[in-house]
T-cell receptor, first 116, second 115 residues
Framework: AQSVAQPEDQVNVAEGNPLTVKCTYS??????LFWYVQYPNRGLQFLLK??????LVKGSYGFEAEFNKSQTSFHLKKPSALVSDSALYFC??????????????FGSGTQLTVLP | EADIYQTPRYLVIGTGKKITLECSQT?????MYWYQQDPGMELHLIHY???????EKGDLSSESTVSRIRTEHFPLTLESARPSHTSQYLC??????????????FGEGSRLTVL
C-alpha cells in the first residue's frame, strides 16, 4: 500500500523568506513523487515530480523539492516566498511496485499563506 | 497548459434533480479520473477509467455513475441529487502506456451545490 502524509495543515511565512512544505511517504518499492498546487476555485496544477536521478528536483514558479530516501521525505521548498504563492499544496505518491499502480495517492494538503 | 475541460464550473440545483458533469480532454489520454473534494480539503478518488468501456469505482464510495463511450469524454451523473452531494468534483487524465509516470492533468473543477 502507498500513503503520503503532510503533517502541517497550515504554513505561514513572510514574503521574501524561504518556505518549506513538508511531505513524507510510504511505499513498498520505488516511488514516483509529485507536488501539485491549487488556487481558490481552481483545479490542481502540476508543480514538479521526482522519478529518478538527481534528488533535487526543480519545478515551476521557482519551487524545488528534495527527495530523501532514508527519511522517506519529499519536502517542497522555495528560497524566497511571494504573496502570490499563497495556495493549497498537495503532495502525491505512486508506488511502482504496486502492480496496478492505478492512480496517485494524495496527501491531505497544506495551506500556505505568505504574509506581505 | 493541459487541454481538459469541465462543464459546468458552477451548478446550483434542487434536491431530486438529475445532473451530469461533463469532462472532456483533447490530449488522447487513455486514463481518466473523477475526484471529489470538499473546500480546502483532500481529494478522494470516486471513479476512474483505463479506456473506452472501462470504468471502476474509486476509494471513496459515491452514488454517482460514470461512462466512457469515447476516449475524450468521461461524464459523471447523479440520478437524484441530495444536499450531501454538495462538493467540488475534479476531473483528471494521464498519459497512456509506458510513458505514464502517474502525472495527472486536472480540469478546473465543477462546484455543485444541492439545495
Amino acid at each position: 500500500a502507498q500513503s503520503v502524509a503532510q503533517p502541517e495543515d497550515q504554513v505561514n511565512v513572510a514574503e521574501g523568506n524561504p518556505l518549506t512544505v513538508k511531505c513524507t511517504y510510504s511505499v513498498s518499492g520505488n516511488p514516483y513523487l509529485f507536488w501539485y498546487v491549487q488556487y481558490p476555485n481552481r483545479g490542481l496544477q502540476f508543480l514538479l515530480k521526482y522519478i529518478t536521478g538527481d534528488n533535487l528536483v526543480k519545478g515551476s514558479y521557482g519551487f524545488e523539492a528534495e527527495f530523501n530516501k532514508s527519511q522517506t521525505s519529499f519536502h517542497l521548498k522555495k528560497p524566497s516566498a511571494l504573496v502570490s504563492d499563497s495556495a493549497l499544496y498537495f503532495c502525491a505518491v505512486r508506488d511502482l511496485s504496486s502492480g496496478s499502480a492505478r492512480q496517485l495517492t494524495f496527501g491531505s494538503g497544506t495551506q500556505l499563506t505568505v504574509l506581505p | 497548459e493541459a487541454d481538459i475541460y469541465q462543464t459546468p464550473r458552477y451548478l446550483v440545483i434542487g434536491t431530486g434533480k438529475k445532473i451530469t458533469l461533463e469532462c472532456s480532454q483533447t490530449m488522447g489520454h487513455d486514463k481518466m479520473y473523477w475526484y471529489q473534494q470538499d473546500p480546502g480539503m483532500e481529494l478522494h478518488l470516486i471513479h476512474y477509467s483505463y479506456g473506452v468501456n472501462s470504468t471502476e469505482k474509486g476509494d471513496l464510495s459515491s452514488e454517482s455513475t460514470v461512462s466512457r463511450i469515447r476516449t475524450e469524454h468521461f461524464p459523471l451523473t447523479l440520478e437524484s441529487a441530495r444536499p450531501s452531494h454538495t462538493s467540488q468534483y475534479l476531473c483528471a487524465s494521464s498519459f497512456p502506456g509506458h510513458a505514464n509516470t502517474g502525472e495527472l492533468f486536472f480540469g478546473e473543477g465543477s462546484r455543485l451545490t444541492v439545495l
